[in-house]
């Protein structure tokens, strides 16, 4: 009965490597969400897929970021060249029809550490 | 700049007394919705409130809208340990249905 996990829980890198971060989403979930929460902070919204297809890449960061999901599934999140201010956590959620008309769920999220 | 912002940052209260928490945002919205979030990870959507309602109920929880103010409020009745948490205000703007803009959030201390 699996809800929306994420891996790794926890990765730590250096500065400069790449990182990839993975959501599976709910089955049969067409909307898949991801955010960032920095320390004390807030949400932030990154990306949303409804399908494979991202509407708005807008709210990514920078060009370092980038995200995919292929077969309606899977999305991974992957930050090339990381910097320490992408030290986060990054949360996955997923919804049944998207369009943020309905329930979000999320997954645990995972925390990110550059040093 | 942050659509929602929550109001009061940090709210401590005595169990079985009510917590109620402000949300105001900028611009028209579709929708708004709260979250609650235990100790920085798992979120869990609370309510979800379209732009046409005016309140709406869930077991304690009770949500306000008012449109005409930009703003809305979370009132949790006869509030319990287990209510300790963040709560977030998120919206859907008019503009923009293709992104959820949370807000900064507010920080309830329930004592036992």
């Known amino acids: 009965g699996a809800g929306v996990s994420q891996s790794p829980s926890n990765k730590v890198t250096e500065k400069g490597k790449d990182v990839e971060l993975r959501c599976d989403p709910i089955s049969g979930h067409t909307a898949l969400y991801w955010y960032r929460q920095s320390l004390g902070q807030g949400l932030e919204f990154l990306i949303y897929f409804q399908g494979n297809s991202a509407p708005d890449k807008s709210g990514l960061p920078s060009d370092r970021f980038s995200a995919e999901r292929t077969g309606g599934s899977v999305s991974t999140l992957t930050i090339q060249r990381t910097q320490q201010e992408d030290s986060a956590v990054y949360l996955c959620?997923?919804?049944?029809?998207?369009?943020?008309?309905?329930?979000?769920?999320f997954g645990p999220g995972t925390r990110l550490t550059v040093t | 700049s942050q659509q929602g912002e929550e109001d009061p940052q940090a709210l401590s209260i005595q169990e079985g007394e009510n917590a109620t928490m402000n949300c105001s945002y900028k611009t028209s919205i579709n929708n708004l919705q709260w979250y609650r979030q235990n100790s920085g990870r798992g979120l869990v959507h609370l309510i979800l409130?379209?732009?046409?309602?005016r309140e709406k109920h869930s077991g304690r929880l009770r949500v306000t809208l008012d449109t005409s103010k930009k703003s809305s409020s979370l009132l949790i009745t006869a509030s319990r340990a287990a209510d300790t948490a963040s709560y977030f205000c998120a919206t859907v703007t008019t503009y923009n249905t293709d992104k959820l803009i949370f807000g900064t959030g507010t920080r309830l201390q329930v004592f036992p």
């Open positions: 409130i379209r732009s046409n309602e």
């Open positions: 959620a997923s919804s049944l029809f998207g369009f943020f008309s309905d329930e979000q769920y």
